[in-house]
């Protein structure tokens, strides 16, 4: 039975069209965002709107690729080509885009965003450890407020960011809420629906409604395990996707998995819960500039090194979820996720005593059928175990 809230979430991109639309004929600034190193708080401080641009699609790909080598991750081309080719509402409504200097295609690529709309990139410190990383990241905090405040005209108080820390963190305990209800054994929730609920959600520009929502889908599927109605059976093996972000457009190893007989019940990535596990401090008596840089810093992406952050995550989210195996996803030419492969494999199969299954792939259906065979193949060794 899949939970009639779902059916909210099926349209909401198309509401969340209308409601940029309408914000921006008030007179409302949105903010444009490509990672979850975006601290949404002092857009929210600003009074402007964030809202998430990151590609998940094909469709604007060629578009991407008259001025991007074709050997280049499909969330970068697909990033881009929204933004070229004129279809992407959200990137439209944008006034301004955020970026971050996480990996390299993303920082030149976004060099040529930056003729198209004004752009502030955030200098990324590629390690979470030292007081010195902190303090530079927590200096870009600084450096994104007052530009923000330059560029909409407006004065960014302390107060305006605590008051958005605690919406933010609000949010994230609501998020955190939904993903925990597929630790129940069995799952509620097909994989494909967390995926659609969490990604919908991106373009959700009030907050308080995208909370509500959020909140009304999990008390549903509460009441779903209370009653014992599952698509699934406890013997269904349950599958914890980590490696690259995927979303809608971009579904297909999840669409896979559980056509192939499996349950996925996590996701690691940045598009699921590796940016809610840590809430931002709401101390009066810590420095919120350093606040928001500890929370945000510590986001275990692969283009962090040493990044010991992931593993832990993994580990944990092994464990509360129950999961029968790990299949790791890297987008084709993500050198850092695939680089790392070596790792997670590593410590998955002798750490955790799990099988591990690493895919490479892009956004495309050419692969589909290959993938399919290997998909299928792991979970008959899955299931004989």
Same mark, same amino acid.
């Given at each position: ?17 209308? +409601? ?7 007179? *409302? ?6 990672? +979850? ?34 050997? !280049? ?28 200097? +996480? ?36 200096? *870009? %905090?600084?450096? !994104? ?11 960014? +108080?302390? &107060?305006? =960011? ?5 919406? %933010? ?53 509460? &009441? ?10 406890? &013997? ?67 283009? %962090? ?6 593993? *832990?995550? =993994? ?10 195996? =790990?299949?790791? !996803? ?40 290959? !993938? ?12 004989? *175990?």
């Amino acid at each position: 039975m899949r939970p009639e809230s779902m059916k909210i979430f099926d349209e909401l991109r198309n509401l969340n069209v209308l +409601t940029v639309q309408n914000a921006k004929r008030d007179g *409302e600034k949105v903010v444009g965002c490509y990672c +979850t190193y975006t601290p949404q708080e002092l857009i929210l401080a600003a009074g402007a709107h964030p809202v998430t641009l990151c590609g998940t699609r094909q469709d604007p790909i060629p578009a991407a690729e008259r001025d991007l080598p074709r050997n !280049l991750c499909p969330l970068i081309k697909s990033s881009y080509g929204f933004a070229v080719n004129g279809k992407c509402p959200y990137f439209e409504a944008s006034d301004v885009l955020v970026a971050e200097t +996480t990996c390299d295609g993303k920082k030149k690529m976004y060099e040529l965003m930056s003729k198209i709309k004004p752009m502030h990139v955030m200098n990324l410190p590629q390690t979470s450890q030292g007081e010195a990383a902190l303090a530079a990241w927590a200096q *870009e %905090m600084v450096v !994104l407020k007052d530009w923000l405040a330059e560029r909409f005209e407006v004065e960014i +108080t302390e &107060e305006d =960011i605590r008051k958005a820390v605690k919406l %933010m963190n609000k949010e994230r305990d609501a998020m955190r809420r939904l993903h925990a209800t597929t630790k129940a054994k069995p799952s509620p929730i097909t994989g494909v629906d967390l995926l659609v609920s969490v990604w919908t959600k991106g373009f959700n520009i009030n907050k308080e409604d995208g909370i509500a929502l959020v909140e009304q889908l999990t008390a549903e599927i509460e &009441e779903l395990t209370a009653q014992g109605l599952s698509p699934f059976t406890k &013997e269904t093996p349950r599958i914890l996707l980590t490696g690259c972000p995927v979303g809608f457009g971009s579904e297909k190893v999840v669409r896979l998995l559980e056509e192939s007989g499996a349950a996925v019940v996590a996701f690691e990535n940045c598009s699921g819960y590796k940016a809610l596990d840590r809430l931002v401090d709401e101390s009066e008596t810590k420095d919120v500039m350093v606040a928001l840089a500890e929370k945000y810093l510590n986001i275990p992406c692969s283009c %962090m090194t040493p990044n010991d952050g992931r593993l *832990e995550l =993994i580990h944990k989210m092994a464990k509360e979820y129950q999961v029968d195996a =790990i299949v790791d !996803l890297t987008w084709q030419a993500c050198h850092t996720y695939n680089i790392e492969a070596f790792v997670i494999r590593d410590y998955v199969q002798n750490q955790l005593n799990l099988p591990c299954m690493h895919l490479e792939t892009d956004y495309s259906e050419s692969d589909v059928e290959q !993938l399919r065979v290997r998909v299928q193949a792991f979970l008959e060794l899955v299931q004989g *175990e």
